[in-house]
């Protein structure tokens, strides 16, 4: 008898609780694909100052229904207008026109960026409502200083600092639709290609403002041509040949900022950077106000920013810790937009990654252990040999018998089990007289959806965060903050690597003052560019940070004289120009305070266990 069993599991995701837990709750892959397709029916309007926000609706609600809408401003009044369907987009655009310019020509490229005008002005009382326009910056330093100080505790403050921060659901919408307009352009060289989001824009830890990765996407071209194949013919396309893929990289990018810089509304400052390590694109989007670097053949940066936006799901600490540190590190001017010898977000999020996995217990796992919940590929029909009284027994222990190394080993508690991987089994039960007759149950199970080997790199871990569980450690993120810097103020950055991927630190290989290990290229180091004087600074600023949170420890019971307290204390320049004045007497005044961290570690260790006890 042959069962085929096919188990949709879904998942029960939940999507953006409020507006304000913007934690991830969807799969990267799925977040991806809503977004992208959502961003395809999606405009973007650039209108008169004065508008009427009910006639200007009704007006596009002519080629179809509209799903939501937000305005914002940036050089401007502008709309970005989500419709239900496709077809509304390719609707409107047919009653566009291209304006007719005087003396200057207009080049008819016919995109979905549009201007609005208005055929006579509007009757100022009574058809102007005030529109309301949504945030799309960071909040200033002084409110970010009111805000903190108001807050009640210091894991307060760093939630509050995340909520203020992070990037707003419209913020989002303008990325993915800013990339989809990218792709449009895209398109005319390479139909079928996509534009992704990579980095910040979508890892969960990026910040108002921050800049937008984009990667060029023309592995999905290959794919469909690769499902298309059959029989015994096979079809391949007469292409040109180049030397390398760096150079093949090199080309396209060149003939697609070229058609940026000419023909992309809005797109301005365009810049070819084609000689770097990962070849680039850099532009400004006018009407979006991003910064924008597209990149291509940057697949591992996508998986990198898959395995983030995961570590930054799997506790809500993560992301607050990630967005203070960010911060931290801006305010003193350890990071920059600028290119150089300092140490970069992607750095400071893949340490603060580290720390959390050093944690006890540790608040996030190892990569490898990552690479061990992924959904493996089993050999057909060599896994399950059980007596079972039905293919529902046998699924169930099939299924908890999944991530185990025996497969024997079914049931067993401690195995945690992949229900959600489980998409296709196939049961074919039987008498087996030689593992002790009975009925007996065969069970193939093929499934690899989370293999993923990128250029000879495996890049395997598992996607599906739910299958993850969650971290016993209760700390606060007061203590979390206080010990990342006594941790790293104290770091053997001269002879350990940062290492994520076994969640200890390694020997370094090679001698760069900071190596951190590149959790999928594992020969490289991300902070191979930081000099010796950055990583100085970052250790002073460490011992420092961490100083000034243990000192407010001991006056806390004094009355409040009104000081900035807290995160708040740290991210004011006082503790910059104070850093400064260390500097000058630099080396005694940062052993000074390494001695006096030493001293209070072992004190503030006995009370922190006093207080988890
Ligand atoms: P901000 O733009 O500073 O907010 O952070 P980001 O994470 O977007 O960093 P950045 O724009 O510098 O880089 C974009 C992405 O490229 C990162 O998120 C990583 O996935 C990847 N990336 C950046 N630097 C490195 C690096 O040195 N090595 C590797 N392998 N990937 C990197
Ligand atoms: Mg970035």
Same mark, same amino acid.
């Given at each position: 008898?042959?069962?085929?069993?096919?188990?949709?599991?879904?998942?029960?995701?939940? #999507?953006?609780?409020?507006?304000?837990?913007?934690?991830?709750?969807?799969?990267?892959?799925?977040?991806?694909?809503?977004?992208?397709?959502?961003?395809?029916?999606?405009?973007?309007?650039?209108?008169?100052?004065?508008?009427?926000?009910?006639?200007?609706?009704?007006?596009?609600?002519?080629?179809?229904?509209?799903?939501? /809408?937000?305005?914002?401003?940036?050089?401007?009044?502008?709309?970005?207008?989500?419709?239900?369907?496709?077809?509304?987009?390719?609707?409107?655009?047919?009653?566009?026109?291209?304006?007719?310019?005087?003396?200057?020509?207009?080049?008819?490229?016919?995109?979905?960026?549009?201007?609005?005008?208005?055929?006579?002005?509007?009757?100022?009382?009574?058809?102007?409502?005030?529109?309301?326009?949504?945030? &799309?910056?960071?909040?200033?330093?002084?409110?970010?200083?009111?805000?903190?100080?108001?807050?009640? #505790?210091?894991?307060?403050?760093?939630?509050?600092?995340?909520?203020?921060?992070?990037?707003?659901?419209?913020?989002?919408?303008?990325?993915?639709?800013?990339?989809?307009?990218?792709?449009?352009?895209?398109?005319?060289?390479?139909?079928?290609?996509?534009?992704?989001?990579?980095?910040?824009?979508?890892?969960?830890?990026?910040?108002?403002?921050? =800049?937008?990765?984009?990667?060029?996407?023309?592995?999905?071209?290959?794919?469909?041509?690769?499902?298309?194949?059959?029989?015994?013919?096979?079809?391949?396309?007469?292409?040109?040949?180049?030397?390398?893929?760096?150079?093949?990289?090199?080309?396209?990018?060149?003939?697609?900022?070229?058609?940026?810089? /000419?023909?992309?509304?809005?797109?301005?400052?365009? &810049?070819?950077?084609?000689?770097?390590?990962?070849?680039?694109?850099?532009?400004?989007?006018?009407?979006?106000?991003? &910064?924008? =670097?597209?990149?291509?053949?940057?697949?591992?940066?996508?998986?990198? #920013?898959?395995?983030?936006?995961?570590?930054?799901?799997?506790?809500?600490?993560?992301?607050?810790?990630?967005?203070?540190?960010?911060?931290?590190?801006?305010?003193?001017?350890?990071?920059?937009?600028?290119?150089?010898?300092?140490?970069?977000?992607?750095?400071?999020?893949?340490?603060?990654?580290?720390?959390?996995?050093?944690?006890?217990?540790?608040?996030?796992?190892?990569?490898?252990?990552?690479?061990?919940?992924?959904?493996?590929?089993?050999?057909?029909?060599?896994?399950?040999?059980?007596?079972?009284?039905?293919?529902?027994?046998?699924?169930?222990?099939?299924?908890?018998?999944?991530?185990?190394?025996?497969?024997?080993?079914?049931?067993?508690?401690?195995?945690?089990?992949?229900?959600?991987?489980?998409?296709?089994?196939?049961?074919?039960?039987?008498?087996?007289?030689?593992?002790?007759?009975?009925?007996?149950?065969?069970?193939?199970?093929?499934?690899?959806?989370?293999?993923?080997?990128?250029?000879?790199?495996?890049?395997?871990?598992?996607?599906?965060?739910?299958?993850?569980?969650?971290?016993?450690?209760?700390?606060?993120?007061?203590?979390?903050?206080?010990?990342?810097?006594?941790?790293?103020?104290?770091?053997?950055?001269?002879?350990?690597?940062?290492?994520?991927?076994?969640?200890?630190?390694?020997?370094?290989?090679?001698?760069?003052?900071?190596?951190? &290990?590149?959790?999928?290229?594992?020969?490289?180091?991300?902070?191979?560019?930081?000099?010796?004087?950055?990583?100085?600074?970052?250790? =002073?600023?460490?011992?420092?940070?961490?100083?000034?949170?243990?000192?407010?420890?001991?006056?806390?019971?004094?009355?409040?004289?009104?000081?900035?307290?807290?995160?708040?204390?740290?991210?004011?320049?006082?503790?910059?120009?104070?850093?400064?004045?260390?500097?000058?007497?630099?080396?005694?005044?940062?052993?000074?305070?390494?001695?006096?961290?030493?001293?209070?570690?072992?004190?503030?260790?006995?009370?922190?266990?006093?207080?988890?006890?």
């Amino acid at each position: 008898m042959l069962y085929i069993l096919r188990v949709c599991v879904g998942n029960a995701f939940v #999507s953006f609780i409020g507006s304000e837990d913007r934690t991830p709750k969807k799969r990267f892959s799925e977040v991806q694909k809503e977004r992208r397709e959502q961003a395809q029916r999606t405009v973007l309007i650039h209108c008169p100052n004065k508008i009427s926000e009910k006639k200007f609706l009704k007006y596009l609600s002519q080629h179809g229904p509209v799903n939501s /809408h937000f305005f914002y401003e940036s050089f401007g009044l502008y709309a970005v207008v989500e419709f239900s369907q496709k077809e509304s987009v390719v609707s409107l655009q047919n009653v566009t026109r291209t304006p007719s310019l005087g003396t200057e020509a207009a080049i008819p490229f016919r995109s979905r960026y549009f201007n609005l005008k208005l055929k006579t002005p509007l009757n100022q009382t009574s058809e102007q409502s005030s529109i309301q326009c949504r945030n &799309q910056s960071s909040p200033s330093s002084k409110k970010l200083f009111e805000l903190l100080c108001c807050a009640e #505790s210091v894991d307060d403050q760093l939630n509050t600092l995340l909520r203020e921060f992070q990037l707003t659901e419209e913020n989002s919408k303008l990325r993915y639709l800013t990339c989809s307009l990218i792709e449009d352009v895209a398109a005319a060289y390479f139909p079928g290609c996509t534009v992704r989001p990579f980095g910040s824009s979508v890892n969960s830890f990026g910040k108002l403002g921050c =800049d937008l990765d984009m990667f060029l996407d023309l592995d999905e071209i290959e794919n469909f041509s690769t499902h298309k194949a059959s029989g015994n013919f096979l079809m391949e396309f007469q292409v040109k040949n180049v030397p390398s893929e760096r150079i093949a990289t090199q080309k396209i990018l060149s003939v697609i900022g070229e058609c940026l810089d /000419h023909f992309g509304p809005g797109c301005v400052g365009v &810049q070819k950077i084609l000689n770097a390590r990962c070849p680039l694109v850099r532009f400004s989007h006018q009407a979006s106000g991003f &910064q924008c =670097d597209l990149t291509t053949n940057n697949r591992i940066a996508l998986k990198s #920013s898959e395995l983030l936006y995961i570590y930054g799901a799997l506790d809500s600490r993560v992301r607050a810790l990630v967005f203070s540190i960010r911060c931290w590190a801006r305010a003193h001017s350890l990071t920059s937009s600028i290119p150089g010898a300092w140490i970069t977000n992607f750095s400071l999020t893949v340490m603060v990654i580290f720390f959390l996995q050093r944690r006890s217990p540790p608040i996030l796992p190892t990569l490898d252990y990552l690479k061990t919940l992924a959904d493996r590929e089993l050999q057909p029909f060599a896994l399950l040999h059980i007596s079972v009284p039905s293919p529902e027994v046998a699924l169930s222990s099939c299924l908890l018998s999944l991530p185990g190394e025996r497969p024997h080993d079914h049931g067993r508690e401690d195995t945690p089990s992949p229900k959600a991987c489980l998409v296709n089994a196939t049961f074919s039960v039987g008498k087996r007289p030689e593992i002790g007759g009975g009925s007996q149950c065969s069970v193939t199970v093929r499934h690899a959806e989370d293999k993923c080997i990128i250029e000879g790199h495996n890049c395997t871990f598992v996607r599906d965060f739910n299958r993850i569980k969650p971290s016993g450690n209760a700390e606060t993120l007061e203590l979390l903050l206080k010990e990342f810097f006594e941790y790293f103020g104290n770091f053997a950055f001269n002879k350990n690597s940062i290492n994520i991927r076994q969640g200890r630190e390694q020997n370094k290989p090679e001698s760069s003052p900071l190596h951190i &290990q590149n959790p999928f290229e594992t020969s490289l180091n991300v902070s191979k560019n930081v000099s010796q004087s950055q990583l100085q600074k970052f250790i =002073d600023l460490a011992r420092e940070s961490a100083w000034i949170l243990h000192q407010e420890d001991r006056d806390r019971l004094s009355p409040s004289n009104n000081q900035p307290w807290g995160l708040a204390a740290l991210l004011l320049p006082s503790v910059a120009n104070s850093t400064s004045l260390a500097k000058k007497k630099k080396k005694p005044a940062s052993e000074r305070i390494k001695n006096l961290l030493e001293s209070i570690k072992s004190s503030s260790t006995e009370n922190s266990t006093a207080a988890n006890g």
